[in-house]
């Protein structure tokens, strides 16, 4: 069965400690890992697509990368703003007929 | 100009009424969905649509079923609720191939009494 796991599911930071969220995955013909920001009482916010093992993308202060098993958010010198749940998932061809399959998300929280 | 639209944003009512939360998005994707996000805020799918074939998740109760009047709007309808029910549900579109991202609507917070 395709799976999704996010950990730490709760971060506290000090603005400006950088760190990283992990996104472990067990899918069957990755078809793409996706990430997602959402703020309380709105739906996911599309931040970066990754398709292959070795890429990388980045959007100000936010890096994702990708491995064959793991996907990391980099966040550099975070700041309050970037508080926010961070959703995972990745689209496999096997018995998820290529549905997005989300992990239950890391809550970042960056205390000025 | 809002990508993917739902209403009502907030929806309560009694068990075993029935009832729809509509979408429509204006991004001329080809594919809609609907996730539901629990308790936890985990977000499983409900369904995908395009104009071809509908998947449907094995473990979404048959009282939910989706109508497409066209390839923009994917409504929701929710038969007999039950308290299990109560959830935030999510509308999100792509672009056709399992490859493209998907955007998301605000959400429909559904609480039943």
């Known amino acids: 069965e395709d799976q999704v796991t996010q950990s730490p599911e709760a971060l506290r930071l000090q603005e400006g400690e950088s760190s990283s969220l992990n996104c472990s995955y067990t899918?069957?013909?990755?078809?793409?890992l996706f990430w997602y920001r959402q703020d309380p009482g709105k739906g996911p916010e599309f931040l970066f697509t990754?398709?292959?093992a070795g890429e990388e993308k980045e959007k100000e202060r936010l890096k994702a990368t990708l491995t064959k098993k793991e996907s990391f958010l980099h966040i550099t010198a975070p700041k309050p703003e970037d508080s926010a749940t961070y959703l995972c998932?990745?689209?496999?061809?096997?018995?998820?007929?290529?549905?997005?399959?989300f992990g239950k998300g890391t809550k970042l929280s960056v205390k000025p | 100009d809002t990508a993917v639209s739902q209403t009502p944003k907030y929806l309560v009512t009694q068990m075993g009424n029935d009832k729809s939360i509509k979408c429509e998005q204006n991004?001329?994707?080809?594919?809609m969905y609907w996730y539901k996000q629990d308790s936890k805020k985990f977000l499983k799918i409900m369904f995908s649509?395009?104009?071809?074939?509908?998947?449907i998740n094995e473990t979404v109760p048959n009282r939910f079923s989706p109508k497409s009047p066209d390839k923009a709007h994917l409504n929701l309808h929710i038969n007999s609720l039950e308290l299990g029910d109560s959830a935030v549900y999510f509308c999100?579109?792509?672009?056709?191939?399992?490859?493209?991202?998907?955007?998301f609507g605000q959400g429909t917070r559904l609480t039943v009494v």
């Open positions: 999100a579109s792509s672009q056709a191939g399992h490859w493209k991202e998907a955007f």
């Open positions: 899918v069957s013909g990755l078809r793409g």
């Open positions: 990754l398709y292959s």
């Open positions: 998932a990745a689209r496999g061809g096997g018995g998820s007929q290529g549905n997005l399959i």
């Open positions: 991004l001329g994707h080809d594919t």
């Open positions: 649509y395009n104009n071809k074939e509908l998947i």
